[in-house]
């Protein structure tokens, strides 16, 4: 297994993996810093009609992005990992190598994730850069912006690992990557439909709206998801894994 993550390393060393990764959470901060950029005083009197502090309004509109940007980048992602071997016809040289095809599929999915762990992070930055930028009133809310960065992507592990199955087991990658906009799309129309896997991104925040739009609450549905999400993750993750270990690879 060591061989194979090590290998697999130096073959992401020489794609534009990381820069793709900047990419998605770039978009989230474009969009946020410039919205409160031209209407800063806007923003500060929405965040005062929903009692809350401008902290928390940043995070609850930086999570309308998110909902855009997890899915697809993961989508993405799990594309081009994958894409790499398709591109260059390596199957076969991978599977003549003395390594079982469950390692192969679990590097691929330990890239995946970190990559997801890294947009997480640039998440992070973008929140702080904005907050501290526009001067924001009150002590940075560490956890509650931690949670808003990773909560997204923790609840995704289903679509992780359904993305990565169809990567690997599909030719054409244009199948993976229209599903991947499919579910983005549906997603939002679809949110309360709370057993569809792919809506799990737009319910994984750490705070809410209220219905009436007129407060801030936490999210109590949280561990639903988290629950939720480890189940169909494994499930798609293990089954994506046998169907990889005995379909025949061109």
């Known amino acids: 297994m060591r061989e194979v993550i090590i290998g697999d390393s130096i073959k992401f060393k020489r794609s534009k993996l990381l820069l793709i990764a900047t990419m998605f959470p770039l978009f989230v901060f474009i969009m946020n810093f410039s919205d409160f950029y031209f209407r800063f005083d806007f923003n500060r009197e929405m965040a005062q009609e929903l009692h809350t502090s401008e902290w928390s309004f940043l995070v609850i509109s930086c999570h309308w992005a998110m909902f855009i940007m997890v899915p697809l980048s993961i989508a993405i992602f799990a594309s081009k990992i994958v894409n790499i071997e398709h591109e260059a016809n390596t199957w076969k040289i991978l599977f003549a190598l003395p390594i079982s095809r469950y390692s192969i599929y679990l590097s691929k999915f330990i890239y995946l994730f970190l990559l997801c762990v890294f947009s997480a992070t640039f998440i992070v930055g973008s929140i702080l850069f904005i907050g501290l ?64 896997f792919w809506v799990y991104p737009i319910w994984g925040t750490p705070i809410l709206t209220s219905d009436k739009f007129d407060e801030v609450i936490t999210n109590t549905d949280l561990s639903f998801f988290f629950i939720m999400s480890f189940i169909v993750g494994i499930f798609f993750l293990i089954s994506g894994m046998i169907h990889f270990s005995k379909k025949e690879m061109k």
Not at 137 to 148: D, E, F, R, S, T
Not at 172 to 181: D, E, F, T
Request: proline share 8%; net charge positive; aromatic share 20%.
């Open 133 to 196: 930028s526009f001067d924001f009133n009150g002590p940075i809310p560490w956890g509650l912006i931690l949670k808003q960065a990773f909560y997204p992507y923790i609840v995704s592990f289903p679509l992780m690992a359904f993305q990565l199955w169809i990567s690997m087991v599909c030719q054409n990658q244009m199948i993976p990557i229209s599903l991947g906009i499919i579910f983005t799309l549906s997603g939002f129309f679809l949110q309360n439909l709370k057993w569809l």
